[in-house]
């Protein structure tokens, strides 16, 4: 026989449409012109419908054979959401920082901005991606210039998206001195070397030199690494 599929409760939000609802008016659910219909043939088991969510929450669809409820189910929305990969990266070195979208209309395109809860520690190149269609992700690259914060929340925001956030966690540098111990006679002046690994050298890297009595001796006060630059000066 014909089923009739009525939509009978809506709380707390609205949350079907498309093919079983081709309409949606402002305060109720519509199906069409009139209840939307399943047809079952002759021997057929089962009949398909389409479902599309448009806003979060759970509605009850009820099955009516003729004026008779002989079934229902529930529908459950779920909202489309943002994430962000957390990460760890070295002072002065970059690393991929992965957004990824859950739900949504994965058919188009979508742009996401990117920021950090706190300026000077990390960058990320770019700000602000675009999460090609039919795919779900995007990568950025994220560099850490500072160990001012050991831990920076990085959040991902866009239309018609929860925002998601993750953490990008700094870690020190290996660093070699050459010499080490530094040895200078009295009213002498040395230079000295500071290396950084080549894998971690991927981004630009200040270090402050601070000395521990500097009635005995003075240093430079800070020690600058261009990106790819592995040593330098004191």
Not at 13 to 29: D, I
Not at 152 to 165: E, L, M, N, S
């Amino acid at each position: 026989g014909i089923v009739g599929l009525h939509h009978v409760s809506h709380e707390p939000h609205r949350g079907l449409a498309g093919t079983m609802a081709r309409r949606l008016n402002t305060g109720q659910f519509a199906f069409g012109d009139q209840p939307h219909q399943a047809t079952f043939q002759v021997n057929e088991a089962e009949t398909v419908l389409t479902v599309t969510g448009t806003n979060a929450g759970t509605a009850t669809v009820t099955v009516y054979s003729g004026a008779v409820a002989v079934a229902s189910f529930d529908v459950t929305v779920s909202p489309a959401t943002l994430s962000v990969a957390s990460v760890t990266v070295v002072a002065g070195d970059e690393a991929p920082l992965t957004v990824t979208r859950a739900g949504g209309d994965q058919t188009v395109a979508l742009t996401v901005t990117l920021t950090a809860d706190y300026a000077g520690v990390i960058t990320m190149t770019p700000a602000q991606v675009t999460i090609p269609a039919g795919q779900d992700s995007a990568v950025t690259v994220v560099s850490a210039q500072s160990l001012e914060r050991p831990a920076v929340t990085v959040r991902a925001t866009a239309a018609g998206y929860t925002a998601g956030a993750g953490t990008v966690t700094v870690r020190a540098p290996t660093l070699t001195f050459d010499p080490d111990p530094v040895a200078v006679m009295l009213g002498e002046t040395v230079t000295a070397v500071v290396r950084r690994s080549s894998s971690e050298a991927a981004a630009t890297l200040t270090l402050t030199l601070v000395e521990s009595d500097t009635t005995v001796f003075t240093a430079g006060a800070q020690v600058t690494f261009a990106a790819d630059q592995t040593e330098a000066t004191y």
